[in-house]
């Protein structure tokens, strides 16, 4: 068994600030590269932002470009994604997402958490 589980999701009022985690646990050799992903209502679900295994590489949608930072600590199988100056167009369902590399899968497989809500207010 692979889980992801998201917490630090909430409801804070444009400009605040809220910090994910996610945190992968089961039957994990490795773990490959994790993003964040978000599905507001009615919306496709978008990428926010990856990282690599080693966290060399990193990418972030442009609309989240400089308020958001993903991070990770591979000791904790875990990823963060830091959001600052928070927008009520933030709004919405945020996913994690890894690419794990388990005796449980043939080849690595990707991953979802159940999601957390982040609600932006006005």
């Known amino acids: 068994q692979v889980q992801l589980v998201e917490s630090g999701g909430g409801l804070v009022q444009a400009g605040g600030s809220l910090r994910l985690s996610c945190a992968a646990a089961?039957?994990?050799?490795?773990?490959?590269?994790m993003g964040w992903y978000r599905q507001a209502p009615g919306k496709q679900r978008e990428l926010v932002a990856t990282?690599?295994?080693?966290?060399?590489?990193?990418n972030y949608a442009d609309s989240v470009k400089g308020r958001f930072s993903i991070s990770r600590d591979n000791a904790k199988n875990t990823v963060y994604l830091q959001m600052n100056s928070l927008k009520p167009e933030d709004t919405a369902v945020y996913y994690c997402n890894a690419e794990i590399v388990s005796i449980l899968f043939s080849r690595p497989g990707n991953c979802w958490g159940q999601g957390t809500q982040v609600t932006v207010s006005s």
């Open positions: 990282i690599t295994s080693n966290g060399g590489r990193i």
């Open positions: 089961g039957s994990i050799f490795s773990i490959n590269a």
